[in-house]
């Protein structure tokens, strides 16, 4: 088998209109495509896919959609130079941090943050 790397993150949201607000205020990403059930958005190397919940079950049946407030079943990370810097610019946005920034005993500074639906994000940079 080759795999040939990520090309698409399809992430789940409650509210679409929510969702694209938030990924182009934080993110600042450039929308490849849209219509009114969906926003693909391109980041560096990988698309992610921003879809309206009610619109998942075909795509993942005969599994069941989580509900919103079951609880975090992913965590994206993001590498970057500055965690600190960037949890100020997070923080001018209007977006709160759920922790960090923070040591870890793995050799990373994190930060997390999640989107209007839950989704957490997380940045994180190399220490020493």
């Known amino acids: 088998m080759q795999l040939n ?3 698409v993150i399809t992430l789940f949201v409650d509210n679409i209109d929510d969702a694209k607000s938030f990924y182009q205020k934080v ?3 450039e929308a490849v495509y849209q219509d009114a059930v969906s926003s693909v958005l391109k980041f560096a ?3 992610v896919n921003l879809l309206e ?3 998942a079950p075909q795509l993942v049946e005969p599994s069941a959609v989580a509900a919103p407030a079951s609880g975090v079943r992913v965590l994206l990370t993001i590498k970057v130079d500055d965690v600190d810097a960037v949890c100020a ?3 001018k946005l ?3 941090l759920l922790n960090g920034p923070v040591d870890r005993p793995w050799g990373r ?3 997390a943050f999640a989107d ?3 989704h957490v994000w997380e940045v994180a940079q190399e220490l020493g």
Do not use: H
């Open 5 to 7: 790397g990520i090309e």
């Open 27 to 29: 993110f600042a990403c």
């Open 45 to 47: 190397g990988v698309m």
């Open 53 to 55: 919940a009610t619109q």
């Open 89 to 91: 610019e997070l923080r």
């Open 94 to 96: 209007g977006v709160k």
């Open 109 to 111: 500074r994190t930060a």
């Open 116 to 118: 209007p639906s839950g």
